[in-house]
């Protein structure tokens, strides 16, 4: 993990305050596990003190580019939606423990659960574990229609549903429902969003294996300010930007 200078291939609104930037950079070579981080410096000036956390979508190591796509909806990430091609960018990372892709065989079946900003890491994942035979099955969770991004980029990759909680697109309701509704078999789960889905998931079906990610507010993120502490099952207290932010669904208290 280290700081890196990559430039602003792309900067585009994909859908209501959502954002997808494409980067260029050597940090590239570094970045091979889906549900890491990085940590954006959002500009020079004292005004943004703290780095912002922003998932992995997209590693694209044949043209040395990643992908994150984000919400632009406090000053930081409003701060980050304007920046240009061409545009220099302080990027810290990858940082973070992801999803392990050799959790399952080839054949076996995954479904990804992504709920709002929680979805862009599972794109990753799901196209890692396509590239080893595992199939996926995505559940992509929203608020409204005009929320709903990627959804034809996961449809490429295997079965895709999207659930609004208004019923304005797709099944309607939560992503826990479709997976009711739609009786669908799987493996294990992976999972990133919201801590109330991520709760509904886990309380689903206790036995079965899962992994979720969690978006706790972040300082340092590199382990050094235990501002993004969460507490596990045993009571002792885990750092989200260090020792995750993927956990095995039984390791935490949620
Ligand atoms: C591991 C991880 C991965 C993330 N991945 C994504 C992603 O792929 N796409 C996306 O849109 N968002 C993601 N987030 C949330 C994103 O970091 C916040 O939305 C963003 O930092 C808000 O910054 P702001 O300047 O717009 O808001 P402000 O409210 O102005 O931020 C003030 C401070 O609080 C922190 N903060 C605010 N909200 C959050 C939050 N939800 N999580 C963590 N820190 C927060 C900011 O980093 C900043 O230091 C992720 C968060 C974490 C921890
Ligand atoms: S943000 Fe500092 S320890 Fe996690």
Request: proline share 3%; charged share 25%.
């Given at each position: 993990?280290?700081?890196?200078?990559?430039?602003?291939?792309?900067?585009?609104?994909?859908?209501d305050?959502?954002?997808?930037?494409?980067?260029?950079?050597?940090?590239?070579c570094?970045?091979?596990?889906?549900?890491q981080?990085v940590?954006?410096?959002?500009?020079?000036?004292?005004?943004?003190?703290?780095?912002?956390?922003?998932?992995?979508c997209?590693?694209n190591?044949?043209?040395n580019?990643f992908?994150?796509?984000?919400?632009?909806?406090?000053?930081?990430?409003?701060?980050?939606?304007?920046?240009?091609?061409?545009?220099?960018?302080?990027?810290?990372?990858?940082?973070?423990?992801?999803?392990?892709?050799?959790?399952?065989?080839?054949?076996?079946?995954?479904?990804?659960?992504?709920?709002g900003?929680?979805?862009?890491?599972?794109?990753?994942?799901?196209?890692?574990?396509?590239?080893?035979?595992?199939?996926?099955?995505?559940?992509?969770?929203?608020?409204?229609?005009?929320d709903?991004?990627?959804?034809?980029?996961?449809?490429?990759?295997?079965?895709?549903?999207?659930?609004?909680?208004?019923?304005?697109?797709?099944?309607?309701?939560?992503?826990?429902?479709?997976?009711?509704?739609?009786?669908?078999?799987?493996?294990?789960?992976?999972?990133?969003?919201?801590?109330?889905?991520?709760?509904?998931?886990?309380?689903?079906?206790?036995?079965?294996?899962?992994?979720?990610?969690?978006?706790?507010?972040?300082?340092?993120?590199?382990?050094?300010?235990?501002?993004?502490?969460?507490?596990?099952?045993?009571?002792?207290?885990?750092?989200?930007?260090?020792?995750?932010?993927?956990?095995?669904?039984?390791?935490?208290?949620?």
């Amino acid at each position: 993990m280290d700081t890196y200078l990559t430039t602003v291939v792309s900067n585009e609104k994909i859908a209501d305050k959502i954002f997808r930037i494409e980067l260029h950079g050597d940090i590239v070579c570094e970045m091979n596990t889906p549900g890491q981080f990085v940590n954006i410096k959002v500009n020079n000036g004292y005004e943004f003190l703290l780095r912002r956390p922003i998932s992995i979508c997209e590693i694209n190591k044949d043209k040395n580019t990643f992908v994150m796509i984000y919400r632009a909806d406090g000053a930081g990430t409003i701060k980050i939606s304007e920046l240009e091609p061409g545009d220099l960018v302080d990027v810290l990372g990858p940082l973070g423990k992801g999803y392990d892709i050799s959790s399952l065989e080839k054949g076996q079946t995954a479904l990804l659960v992504g709920g709002g900003i929680g979805v862009p890491p599972l794109y990753e994942l799901a196209k890692q574990f396509r590239n080893v035979g595992i199939n996926t099955i995505h559940i992509l969770g929203f608020n409204n229609k005009k929320d709903v991004f990627y959804e034809e980029r996961f449809a490429e990759l295997g079965t895709t549903y999207v659930a609004t909680a208004d019923g304005s697109y797709g099944e309607s309701g939560f992503v826990t429902n479709v997976i009711e509704d739609k009786k669908i078999k799987y493996d294990k789960y992976y999972s990133c969003g919201p801590l109330a889905m991520l709760k509904a998931l886990t309380d689903m079906d206790k036995e079965k294996i899962g992994y979720i990610s969690l978006e706790e507010r972040m300082a340092c993120g590199v382990g050094a300010c235990y501002a993004c502490v969460c507490e596990k099952q045993d009571g002792s207290i885990s750092r989200v930007c260090y020792d995750g932010p993927v956990y095995d669904s039984k390791e935490i208290a949620l």
